[in-house]
């Protein structure tokens, strides 16, 4: 069996992980107000917390390319992904500003020999960013109380190291 071979069967329990995630996430909702401790975005959070359960759900619906998994937090070491927390909608604070803040994981691994990663901003900003913007418009009201969106999106990229492939 070679190396292609095997990777057939890898990617389909990465889709089948990527799917519970979806899944899970629809059972988790959403960041509660009364988790967040800095009151000005507890309570921005409280204001628009049906609109960011009905955002969550539409994510969650819509189809990428590839899978993409909302997560609180990106970055999680591989080990502990299956314990990520899918709510990954919240106001926050970044450089004195309230931001509606987006998190997730998309499930693609680029190749960093046929693409810049000028190239894979601007895939991940296509795939993943544009469908959720036109989301937020749809969900959240064009007088929301923060400043702005932000997004923190992960991904993989594959590159030649030694002998082998990352």
């Known amino acids: 069996m070679n190396r292609r071979d095997r990777s057939v069967p890898y990617a389909r329990v990465l889709l089948g992980l990527a799917i519970s995630f979806v899944a899970a996430s629809a059972l988790r909702a959403q960041v509660s107000p009364t988790e967040i401790t800095n009151p000005k975005l507890s309570a921005v959070e409280q204001q628009y917390f049906p609109q960011l359960q009905s955002l969550q759900h539409a994510i969650g619906e819509t189809k ?17 992904q299956t314990s990520l927390d899918p709510r990954g909608l919240e106001f926050v604070n970044f450089r004195s500003r309230v931001l509606l803040k987006t998190s997730g994981f998309y499930t693609v691994a680029f190749n960093a020999e046929q693409l810049t990663s000028n190239e894979r ?44 492939d990352y």
Request: net charge positive; charged share 25%.
């Open 64 to 80: 990428f390319p590839l899978p993409f998994i909302l997560t609180r937090y990106v970055g999680v070491d591989p080990s502990r």
């Open 121 to 164: 901003a601007g895939r991940i900003f296509q795939e993943v960013i544009v469908p959720i913007l036109r989301l937020v418009d749809e969900q959240i009201p064009p007088d929301v109380a923060c400043d702005g969106i932000g997004f923190e999106i992960a991904y993989h990229t594959r590159a030649k190291r030694k002998n082998s």
